[in-house]
C-alpha cells in the first residue's frame, strides 16, 4: 500500500487549505486512517483519524477547524483546514492500517502500518 499526501502549500493565518491523501493498492475501505504532523524541530503529533464506519478522533488543537473525510470509491482521505493558525505548520503526512469495523479511530502512530510522505504547511502572518 502506497499514499501519497498533496495539497499542501503556503497560506496566511486564518485561511483554509484542503490536504489528500490517496491510496494504491489494498483494500482502501478496510483501513483505518489518520492525519499526523510534523513541526520544525519538534516531534510527530497526532492530528484526526477516521475509522472504518466513520468515527472521527481529533486533536483538541485542531477540533473545531479541521474535518477530516474520506472517500472508499476514490481511495482517499481529505483533511479540510479552517482559520489556520501559525502553530499549523507542519509537515503533513497521512497514515493507514487495516482494522476491523467496530475498531475506534486512534491518535496512537503505532497504531498505524502505513505512512505516506508528508506535504508541507507553512502558515503565515
Known amino acids: 500500500v502506497q499514499l501519497q499526501a498533496s495539497g499542501g502549500g503556503l497560506v496566511q493565518a486564518g485561511d483554509s487549505l484542503r490536504l489528500s491523501c490517496e491510496a494504491s493498492g489494498g483494500t482502501f475501505s478496510r483501513y483505518a486512517l489518520g492525519w499526523f504532523r510534523q513541526a520544525p524541530g519538534k516531534e510527530r503529533e497526532f492530528v484526526v483519524a477516521?475509522?472504518?464506519?466513520?468515527?472521527?478522533y481529533y486533536a483538541a488543537s485542531v477540533k473545531g477547524r479541521f474535518t477530516i473525510s474520506r472517500d472508499n470509491d476514490k481511495k482517499t482521505v481529505y483533511l479540510q483546514m479552517n482559520s489556520l493558525k501559525l502553530e499549523d505548520t507542519a509537515v503533513y503526512s497521512c497514515?493507514?492500517?487495516?482494522?476491523?469495523?467496530?475498531?475506534?479511530?486512534?491518535?496512537?502512530?503505532?497504531?498505524?502500518?502505513?505512512w505516506g510522505q508528508g506535504t508541507l504547511v507553512t502558515v503565515s502572518s
Open positions: 477516521i475509522g472504518r464506519s466513520g468515527g472521527t
Open positions: 497514515a493507514a492500517t487495516p482494522t476491523i469495523l467496530t475498531v475506534e479511530p486512534r491518535s496512537d502512530p503505532s497504531f498505524y502500518r502505513y
